[in-house]
């Protein structure tokens, strides 16, 4: 199994709290299925099996995590959770990603 199935294994695996929330489905963004809220995605796993999120700039630093680089630039808003953190901490940090968007997603 590659790294992005086994990041995805472990997306399917936290998903259906997600989806149980209003508004959320699964959608597609840099070629990976994620988890979106009124079509805008918050997380989705990248090819290195890591889970992507998107939230504030500020929080990201308070949690340590990197930012997503795309191109040789930093993502301001998305942040990598390596998949060596955890189910538990994908599962937290996805759960605030869903907030952080659903709070700015029209």
Same mark, same amino acid.
């Given at each position: 199994?590659?790294?992005?199935?086994?990041?995805?294994? *472990?997306?399917?695996?936290? /998903? +259906?709290? $997600?989806?149980?929330? +209003?508004?959320? /489905?699964?959608?597609?963004?840099?070629?990976?299925?994620?988890? &979106?809220?009124?079509?805008?995605?918050?997380?989705?796993?990248?090819?290195? #099996?890591?889970?992507?999120?998107?939230? +504030? @700039?500020? *929080?990201?630093?308070? $949690? @340590?995590?990197?930012?997503?680089?795309?191109? #040789?630039?930093?993502? *301001? @808003?998305? /942040?990598?959770?390596?998949?060596?953190? #955890?189910?538990? *901490?994908?599962?937290?940090? /996805?759960?605030?990603?869903?907030?952080?968007?659903? &709070?700015?997603? +029209?």
């Amino acid at each position: 199994m590659s790294e992005r199935e086994t990041g995805r294994a *472990r997306l399917d695996e936290i /998903a +259906p709290a $997600l989806l149980a929330r +209003p508004d959320v /489905a699964i959608g597609r963004m840099f070629g990976s299925d994620g988890v &979106s809220v009124r079509g805008k995605l918050f997380a989705f796993v990248a090819n290195s #099996g890591s889970l992507v999120v998107k939230l +504030p @700039e500020a *929080r990201i630093d308070e $949690l @340590e995590l990197d930012n997503m680089v795309m191109r #040789g630039r930093p993502m *301001r @808003e998305w /942040a990598v959770v390596p998949f060596d953190d #955890g189910v538990d *901490r994908w599962r937290e940090v /996805a759960g605030e990603a869903h907030d952080f968007v659903d &709070s700015i997603t +029209p």
